[in-house]
């Protein structure tokens, strides 16, 4: 039986059941889990995880960094080496140095990957704790606050608004719980639920069991508590989701197919390069190696480890700056954003806002209003909300505490429908001491409006068509003009009925209004002026008012010559909202949905979406975003969700947020393009060497140190500074610039790995042994010297040029006079030249076939490297001109 069925079986099997039956099955009891007990449903069902725990252990990540198709192709090389020279030779010719340098390259290597990818992990991490969830459960009788990780099957948990569920739950009690089941289901509708057992009359889905709570969704309001009948990856959520989200996001993928354009010009090249050698030089097993080693000399093997440290770095960085990053491949998505969606209270506006006026219809103080407004608030369970704590706060006005506390005395809670954000009102039922009850509704105006029969004025109630509506809204309008954030109260009598439904928020009565003072804040119109400097386009996508929304950005400067509202966005096909957002920057009166939608065109649009916001009616949003951004003061569930935490709420930090993305954007671009290139350019020269020269232009084993260098100093990079120019605007990851960029370096650098050649083979190798060139000398011994002497010789001006290379492509400007590599880049890279030059001077050069090269190659040398210096200068400046760009 497949594993969901299994799951849902016993879900179902347990949602059919009396609650004592399912205290004694599990076994657990109403006092919750022993210590003990703790332990054992763990060791049985395992641990609240979804990503596998198999990333965690030693074993996994020493295997990553070990075997890969790198170490593959180096255990091949090793073995091959290890048949041709130590088991088919005589005694006296034995040669086990290679395999062993090789085995030192593999254990060099995987140290060096294990190393900092345990290191990005940390970090990590350490940020993911932060900002961790942590459940309410009741083990031994006591109520702790345990991570969600920790808990087991047959646990209890007590359910909260705002709580993400933590795993798949039987509700054993219950209390006006509404739940959000969006992120399992898509449906956007509130469902409540209940403890009642469910009757085998019913058949229903499994998702429409009222008794059932999942994993992932959203409890909006009421409380609740329930057994964990499912953990991690068995719960319903955990069986739909990808298994490992690593390398899903379009920046890995892209970073993929660099890999495979690399693979894909290797499996053409690499047969080349062994048939023409092995043709002009006849010997089949050397030149495999040889292939094979050109294969690892030209995979950007480090690719994936470079990525995941210039991300780490620079979460780290950002974690120093108020700015938390839990999912690190948001890193590059900061830096390509160059559109900011945002909901506006808090962002652009104070997090608290205050409470104004109370007024009723005509606009005159009503205290009447304010204390309805006082008692729906009071008895809304649901996610504690701006416009409630600001009504809440007037218990606090001088001389009214007795008042408020006496009126909540006197009204008792009946019921509730919580508030939700695509009706944008909530109603409670309140019930007075004679068994009297009222239905209180405040929300939205327009909705309001639309349910309302009557109107109230001095004690009289008269229907609403003989009271001349317009008079009733114009004191609205001017109020929102101003700013103001305005909800209409009404309320309707509903005698001896205490449960409500919502066909009964009907032909209500108008009470009044209540006004909010909602102000932006000090630094908002200057953050906003820096988000269109740094070319992220802002737009607001707000729930609130039309005209509050104009008012507050004129305030702050954001266009407001276009406005769309969520009625008119819902009378358009996609593609001409497509249109639609590109000239739009205010979007009001939205539901939750519609912020999606206006998002997702514009990223069909090819932009590269932030979205910051921090209330229930967010979630969606953040979650299609390719950056979510959410505040520490958010709710439990958007923090969970977004992919970047501010812990100031403030766009100032966002800005620096960008700025960093950008410079974590440049490094890693800067590794692929200019590895890409200079393998390029190899490529082409080994191709030419192998095809003229009589022997290999280098050994296998020195072509894989070269090849091993050159990464070791890259993992440097993500230190590496950028220069300014390049942080102006957002970048997005193209493919296609790849491919250019390559052919223009690329072979730049061959043109003087072939001067290096001629220079050896007619100049410096003749003049060291006797004047003679290869094929005039017959003698093996001088051969071999003249063989040493020329591949010394191109290695070291490979490895000068590839990094050379480095600095001269990671700026736009003139490299060294203009712009710097940072300090620890420069160090790196001249200590690796040093190291590698001083080696061919030691005794272990010989083991390497390498061997002590006169001064006049240095001066040849140098002579190269400054002209391949201003020559890639040059093409620097041509490149530019032509395409506005250089990496
Ligand atoms: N607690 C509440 N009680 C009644 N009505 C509410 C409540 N919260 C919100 N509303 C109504 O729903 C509307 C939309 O809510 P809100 O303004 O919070 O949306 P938003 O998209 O988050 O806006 P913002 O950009 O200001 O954060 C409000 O204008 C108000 O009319
Ligand atoms: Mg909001």
Redesign the pocket.
Known sequence: MPKSTLLSSRMKKYAYRDTLEIYQDIPTSPDGLTLKQVETMREQYGANQLTGRKNDTLWYRLRRAFINPFTVILFVLAAVSLITDVLLVSDFSRNITTVVIICVMILISGTIRLVQELRAKNASDRLGRLIHASVTVKREGVLIDIPAENLVVGDLVFLSPGDRIPADLRLVKTQDLFISQAAVTGESAILEKDSRTSRYSEQLPIIQLKNLAFMATTVISGKGEGIVLAVGKDTLYGNFIRPDSEGSTAFQKGANSIAWVMLRFMMILVPIVFLVSGITKGDWVESFVFALSVAVGLTPEMLPMVITACLAKGSLSLSKKQTIVKNINAMQGFGSMDVLC????????NERILLEYYMDILGNESAKTLEFAYL??YY?S?VR????NA?LACRTMPKQENVYAALVKRFQKADEIP?D?SR???STLVTDENGMHELIV????G?IFSHCSFVEYQGKVLPIEDSGFDNVTAIVDEMLEDGM????IAHKSLGAQDRIVSADEKDLTLMGYLAFF?APKKSAAGSVQALKKLQVRPK??????AE??VSICRRVEISVDWLMTGSEINQLSDEHLRSIVEQTDVFA??A?GQ?VRILNALRENGHTVGFL???M??IPALSEADVGISVDTAVDAAKDIADVVLLQKDLTVLEQGILEGRKTFSNMIKYIKITASSNFGNMLSIVCASAVLPFLPMTAIQLLLLNLLYDALCIILPWDNVDAEDMVTPRAWSGKTLGRFMCAFGPISSVFDILTFLFLYFILCPALCGGLTYTQMADSAMRAQYIAIFQTGWFLESMWTQVMILHLLRTRKVTFLQSRASNPVLLITLAGIVAFTLLTMTPLAAVLGLTRLPLLYFGFLLLMVLLYMLLTTAAKRVYQNRYHELL
């Open positions: 945002m909901d506006k209270t808090g962002t652009l506006t729906n608030s809304h649901g909300n701006p416009i409630d009504i508030f954000y944008k009102f909530v405040k929300g939205d105006i909705q954030k305005v909800i209409a909602d607001i996508l707000t729930g609130d008012r509050i929304a009166e939205l939750p912020k916001g921090d209330g009616n967010d």
